[in-house]
């Protein structure tokens, strides 16, 4: 009896408490959006590298742009109400002004199509100067209302 008690703990612990770094993996809903923002913080990355360093290859990003644009666009059907499980950084403040998440996430789709309008006129400086304002207040102006600060 003793024995199996044990070995009953034993199993629960294991399947509650995640082994290793001790780091929770994200499921679900939680765990898509986060590879879909990451996704966004890769295009955003290649960006950065064509506006900064490979110039020559301006004409792609285009590319990028387009495809931040239907992220965003696709961003508020990634939060269904309360979707909290952890290790979310998503706040409850989503659901409470869901017309000030849906705006935040149109300005990034605007601001994507700003820099891709930018872009295609081929003109450098105006690309720079469209992708840093869609890093600051497409990204950042809705993660700071609507993501956890670490
Ligand atoms: C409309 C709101 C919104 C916009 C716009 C937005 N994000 Fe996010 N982002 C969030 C929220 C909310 C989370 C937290 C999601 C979670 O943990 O469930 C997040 C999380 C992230 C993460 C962390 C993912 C992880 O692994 O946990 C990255 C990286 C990220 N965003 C990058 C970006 C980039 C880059 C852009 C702009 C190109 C962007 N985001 C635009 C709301 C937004």
Redesign the pocket.
């Known amino acids: 009896m003793k024995f199996r008690t044990l070995a009953l703990a034993a199993v629960v612990f294991a399947i509650t408490v995640p082994t290793g770094s001790g780091a929770q993996e994200?499921t679900g809903i939680?765990a898509y959006?986060?590879?879909a923002?990451?996704a966004?913080?890769a295009?955003?990355g290649a960006l950065k590298s064509i506006l900064t360093d490979q110039t020559q290859l301006m004409d792609q990003v285009g590319i990028h742009a387009r495809a931040?644009a239907d992220i965003?666009a696709a961003?508020?059907a990634m939060?269904p109400e309360d979707?909290l499980d952890p290790?979310?950084?998503?706040?409850p403040s989503?659901w409470e002004d869901p017309d000030g998440?849906q705006a935040?996430?149109d300005?990034?789709a605007k601001l994507?199509g700003d820099l891709d309008a930018a872009a295609g006129s081929g003109d450098a400086q105006a690309s720079l100067a469209a992708f840093a304002a869609?890093?600051k207040d497409?990204?950042g102006?809705?993660?700071a209302d609507?993501?956890?600060k670490n």
């Open positions: 994200a939680v959006r986060e590879t923002m990451k966004l913080g295009h955003s931040i965003a961003i508020p939060f979707s290790p979310t950084e998503a706040l989503i998440f935040a996430a300005r990034l994507a869609m890093g497409g990204c102006g809705c993660h609507y993501r956890k």
